[in-house]
């Protein structure tokens, strides 16, 4: 065995498999940007769900008892939107954004 090769991998065939990798993750698409994402309705069936609501101040009290005052997806851990913005990707809902006022059953506070 070389010094070349302690492994069973030369020098060589390293960087080959290096480079390989370095091309392969640049051709990656990008992750879609917040503003990209289309708009949860409420009625989407994982909204439903979750009792998701675009404006916090309609969730039906007697149906999510748990719900207080200025809770707001913007308030909640699982936001993903940036600070301000009106609408984020949440955590729950993948590939959506939420509105910063709205709420859902799953909603967690900042801490």
């Known amino acids: 065995m070389s010094s070349n090769d302690l492994t069973g991998f030369s020098r060589r065939r390293f960087f080959v498999r290096a ?3 370095a091309i392969a993750s640049g051709l990656r698409p990008a992750p ?4 990209d994402l289309p708009h949860l309705a409420e009625t989407d069936p994982a909204a439903q769900a979750l009792g998701y609501v675009d404006d916090t101040g309609r969730v039906p009290p007697g149906k999510y008892p748990k719900h207080q005052a200025g809770q ?4 909640c851990n699982l936001y993903q939107g940036a600070a301000g913005a009106q ?9 959506k954004a939420v ?3 709205g709420w859902c059953s799953a909603y967690t506070p900042k801490r």
């Open 99 to 101: 509105h910063a006022g």
């Open 32 to 35: 879609a940007l917040a503003a």
């Open 87 to 95: 609408w984020g990707p949440c955590l729950i809902f993948p590939s």
């Open 72 to 75: 707001e997806c913007d308030r």
């Open 19 to 21: 480079a390989a990798v």
